[in-house]
């Protein structure tokens, strides 16, 4: 039987969750915007250039040069999106178990930074042995394609418009 303060615990524990679930999801969000903003105009300027001129002297390394910003930009995007995301994952985690009345503690936040410390593969390993993991894993569909799909598309674009530079 859980008992008053044990309560008043989980409920702080479940605001104090959510609002580091929704911060990281904030940030999150903005730096999808800031780099699909970047890639969008990397990509928009380089196929540009690279009509106007023949694929000869400066005329080529121009889009060439913005080619490998782009290239460089979809790292940064693996770099920073995708742990971003699995810290989102792992504060939502956190929340399905206190809701499923499993005891999640009170170190959260060092248990969020143990999380951090390891490896992607790590990761899933752990949601996926974990049933509430799983189901939020099984869940998270539009967070894959936005994590993976979206720069696979943008990769095949850059990909596009350095085969068209150089066959000119």
């Known amino acids: ?6 309560v008043e615990r989980d409920g702080l524990a479940y605001h104090r969750l959510h609002a580091l679930a929704s911060q ?14 970047s890639q969008s105009v990397l990509l928009s300027v380089a196929a540009f250039v690279s009509q106007g001129h023949p694929a000869s002297g400066p005329f080529k390394w121009l889009p060439l040069t913005l080619c490998a910003m782009g290239v460089f930009m979809l790292l940064v995007w693996a770099w920073v999106i995708i742990p971003g995301s699995q810290d989102v994952a792992f504060c939502e985690w956190m929340l399905l178990r206190l809701e499923a009345g499993e005891p999640v503690g009170d170190t959260f936040y060092t248990d969020l930074v143990r999380w951090q410390r390891d490896r992607s593969s790590q990761k899933l390993r752990v949601l996926r042995e974990h049933p509430l993991g799983k189901l939020l894993g099984e869940a998270n569909l539009s967070r894959r394609i936005l994590n993976y799909g979206l720069p696979s598309a943008f990769a095949l674009c850059w990909i596009s418009l350095i085969v068209f530079v150089l066959s000119r």
Do not use: E, I
């Open 1 to 6: 039987m859980n008992t008053r303060s044990d």
């Open 24 to 37: 990281f999801d904030a940030v999150l969000q903005s730096h999808r915007a800031m780099l699909l903003t």
